[in-house]
C-alpha cells in the first residue's frame, strides 16, 4: 500500500451502545461497590504511581462504564497496591479489591 | 381579627397559608385559575426524596383548609389600592374587599419544545418530568411499552442563559434521582443514564437517594449536558453528550427520553403582577422585601408572597414558606394595619 504520510486516527468516541452488560454485572457480582464510584477523583491524586505513568482508578471504572475495558485493564497494570487510594476514598470503596476484581474480570492474557 | 386575606393561587403554598391564616381567625378568600384545587401537586405521583404519594400530602392540605371560602376556574380581573386595603374584582363576578393579599401564584414547567435539540413534540420517544408522572399516576403511556435504555436530561430550561433561564430550578436533579429509580423499579432490566453538569442534591435525605439510585439500581451518571438528540429509522433516539469526566464525545441509543423541565414563573402570576404594579427581577420572579429577613413581604405594603412565586422551591420549602406568610400577615394585620393614623409612619418603619 501507498504510504501517504498520513493515517487514521481510531474514534475515541465513547459509544454506550457496545457496553458489555454482562460482564460488568460479573464485576458488580463480586464487587458491587463499583457502582457507587462518584468520580471525584481522590484516588487519582494520591496515586503513587500516577505519578510516574498514567494511573488512574476513577479513569479506569470510567472507561469500564464506557464500554472500553482494555483501557482500563492497561490503566492498571502499574498499580502497585499500596492501598492510598482506599484510605482517601469518601465512599469507602475498597479499591485494591476492585482494582484485582476489575484485572480479574476483564483480563484477556 | 376578621380581616378578609386575599390568597391568589390554590396550589400547597396557597392552601397552607389559607389553613393557618383560618386558624388565626382571619377570614380567608382563596382563588384558584384552575377547576381543580392542587396546583402541580395534584398532577404529581410520588414526591423525593422519600417517594411519600402525592395524594396523601395534598389530602392532609386540603383537609386542614376546609371550611376556607374557595373559588375555584376564579381569577382577578382588576385591583385597586384604596387607603390601605385593595379591592379586588373577581372574574366570577365577586369583589373582594381585602386587607392583605397573598400571591402564592406558583410557577409554570418550562415548555421543553423551546428546547427543539432535544426534540420534544418531534420526536415520538421523547417525553418530559410531567408526561414521566402522568405516567406514573395513571399506568399509561403510549411512549412506554417496556423500555430498555431510557435517559433523563437534566437542566431542561434551566442553567440555560439562551433559553432565558439562567438559573438553577433547584428541584429537577432530586426529581431525576427519584424518577429514576421509579422507572428502575418499573423496568428492572433497564438501563438507566442521568445526563447532568452538576447534581444538586442539597437536600435531607437527597444523598442517600443519589446513592440509592447507583448502588441499588445501577443508574448511570453521566457528567455532561446532552447536547444533541436525533431519531433512528426504527424511532429509537441517538443522543450525544461529552463525557465530561472522560473528557471524551459519547453517544448512545435510547428506547425512552425524559427531559427535566425546569421550574420558571408563572403566566398567570406575571398578569396579577401587572395589575399590581409589583416588581418582578431578572429572573422572571417577583422581588421581595428582602431576601433573607423579609423573604415573604413583597416591596408593596400589604401583598405577600409565598411558594415558587419567588423562585424555585421544594414542596416543604413552599410550605414552611406559606407558614412564615401567615405570620407576617399576623403580623402586619395586628400591629400596622389597625392604626389609621399612624398607618403610613409605620409602613415606613416596619414594612
Known amino acids: ?109 | 381579627m376578621k380581616n378578609n386575606i386575599l390568597i391568589i393561587g390554590g396550589g400547597p403554598a396557597g392552601l397552607e397559608a389559607s389553613a393557618q391564616l383560618q386558624r388565626m381567625g382571619y377570614n380567608v378568600i382563596l382563588i384558584e385559575k384552575a377547576p381543580k384545587l392542587g396546583g402541580h401537586l395534584a398532577k404529581w405521583d410520588r414526591l423525593f426524596p422519600d417517594s411519600v404519594p402525592a395524594d396523601e400530602v395534598l389530602g392532609g392540605l386540603l383537609r386542614s383548609a376546609e371550611g376556607v371560602k374557595c373559588f375555584t376556574d376564579t381569577d382577578v380581573r382588576a385591583i385597586n389600592r384604596l387607603d390601605k386595603s385593595y379591592n379586588v374584582r373577581l372574574t366570577n363576578g365577586i369583589t373582594v374587599l381585602s386587607d392583605a393579599v397573598l400571591v402564592a401564584s406558583g410557577f409554570d414547567l418550562f415548555d421543553a419544545v423551546k428546547k427543539e435539540e432535544y426534540g420534544y413534540g418531534i420526536y415520538d420517544q421523547v417525553m418530559t418530568n410531567a408526561d414521566l408522572e402522568a405516567y406514573f399516576k395513571t399506568g399509561s403511556d403510549k411512549r412506554i411499552e417496556n423500555p430498555g435504555r431510557i435517559g433523563f436530561a437534566h437542566c431542561v430550561g434551566s442553567r440555560d442563559e439562551k433559553s432565558g433561564c439562567r438559573s438553577c430550578s433547584k428541584v429537577c436533579c432530586a426529581t431525576a434521582v427519584k424518577q429514576a429509580i421509579e422507572i428502575k423499579q418499573a423496568f428492572p432490566k433497564a438501563e438507566v443514564y442521568c445526563f447532568y453538569m452538576d447534581l444538586r442534591l442539597f437536600g435531607r435525605h437527597y444523598e442517600d437517594i443519589y446513592l440509592k439510585a447507583q448502588k441499588e439500581y445501577g443508574v448511570r451518571f453521566i457528567r455532561g449536558r446532552l447536547a444533541e438528540v436525533s431519531e433512528n429509522y426504527d424511532g429509537t433516539l441517538q443522543v450525544k453528550a461529552e463525557d465530561t469526566v472522560a473528557g471524551k464525545p459519547l453517544k448512545v441509543t435510547l428506547d425512552l427520553l425524559v427531559l427535566m423541565s425546569g421550574m420558571r414563573p408563572s403566566a398567570s402570576g406575571k398578569a396579577i403582577g401587572d395589575l399590581l404594579e409589583m416588581t418582578v427581577e431578572e429572573d422572571g420572579y417577583f422581588a421581595v422585601r428582602s431576601g433573607i429577613a423579609a423573604g415573604q413581604r413583597s416591596p408593596i405594603p400589604g401583598i405577600f408572597l409565598a411558594g415558587a412565586a419567588t423562585g424555585p422551591k421544594t414542596l416543604p420549602e413552599t410550605l414552611a414558606d406559606a407558614r412564615a406568610a401567615a405570620m407576617e400577615i399576623d403580623r402586619y394585620l395586628t400591629e400596622i394595619f389597625p392604626d389609621a393614623k399612624n398607618y403610613k409612619q409605620l409602613v415606613r418603619e416596619r414594612w
Not at chain 1, 4 to 15: M, Y
Not at chain 1, 57 to 70: C, T, V
Open chain 1, 1 to 109: 500500500m501507498v504510504d501517504f504520510g498520513f493515517g487514521l486516527v481510531p474514534s475515541s468516541r465513547i459509544n454506550l451502545d457496545l457496553f458489555d452488560k454482562d460482564k460488568y454485572e460479573e464485576l458488580a457480582a463480586v464487587e458491587p461497590d463499583v457502582r457507587i464510584c462518584m468520580a471525584c477523583g481522590s484516588c487519582t491524586a494520591v496515586c503513587t504511581a500516577g505519578k510516574f505513568s498514567t494511573t488512574s482508578l476513577r479513569e479506569a471504572i470510567e472507561d469500564i462504564k464506557n464500554a472500553q475495558p482494555a483501557k482500563a485493564v492497561e490503566m492498571l497494570q502499574a498499580c502497585q497496591l499500596c492501598g492510598k487510594c482506599s484510605m482517601v476514598c469518601p465512599r469507602g470503596i475498597n479499591t485494591r479489591h476492585l482494582i484485582l476484581s476489575i484485572t480479574k474480570t476483564y483480563s484477556t492474557k
